[in-house]
């Protein structure tokens, strides 16, 4: 039994495998990830890419269809872009934001004295309004990581979740 997935490139779009790193160039930018792994086979056609495996392996034939879709959030960051948005909410104590290089600083969080900081990785543009922040960038991966670490900056610790809400929550996930 062969199981077979295939990626279709859209206009615009070029695709190249070198040594197991598939690389895609777009209007936005160029994308590359290693996508070695034993059992699997990469094809790059004319219009499609194709990741075939022949083992009975669940292992690996699930790991043909991670692999596809890896391929397909490539395809869709270069041509079109990742877009989170996220929230700040805040009851009890006004919270200011400031974007100060490859650090997001959180200040007045919860009335602590001492900033928190949470990393942007690089690759993505973080832009913060009045009780909003939006992240964009190419890469899914790199895009969602950036989120959670703004997410996971404002963690609350010893309090009781349903009276402090405070905090910044993704709030939509999006193509750009």
Not at 77 to 97: A, D, E, N, R, W
């Amino acid at each position: 039994m062969t199981v077979e997935r295939t990626v279709t490139i859209p206009a615009g779009v070029s695709v190249s495998l070198d040594n197991a790193v598939l690389k895609v160039k777009g209007p936005k930018g160029e994308l590359q990830r290693d996508m070695w792994y034993p059992g699997i086979e990469i094809t790059v056609g004319g219009e499609s890419v194709i990741f075939r495996t022949d083992s009975q392996k669940k292992a690996i034939t699930s790991m043909v269809g991670t692999l596809n879709a890896h391929c397909a959030n490539m395809c869709a960051g270069v041509t079109k872009g990742y877009l989170y948005s996220m929230k700040v909410v805040y009851s009890h104590f006004p919270i200011q934001i400031k974007v100060q290089g490859e650090r997001l600083e959180i200040v007045n969080f919860l009335g602590e004295k001492h900033p928190r900081y949470a990393r942007i990785l690089p690759g993505t543009t973080v832009k913060v309004g009045s009780d909003e922040i939006t992240i964009t960038g190419i890469d899914k991966e790199i895009v969602g990581s950036t989120a959670a670490n703004i997410e996971r900056a404002t963690h609350i610790r010893n309090r009781d979740p349903r009276v402090f809400q405070d905090g910044i929550y993704i709030v939509s996930r999006s193509e750009q």
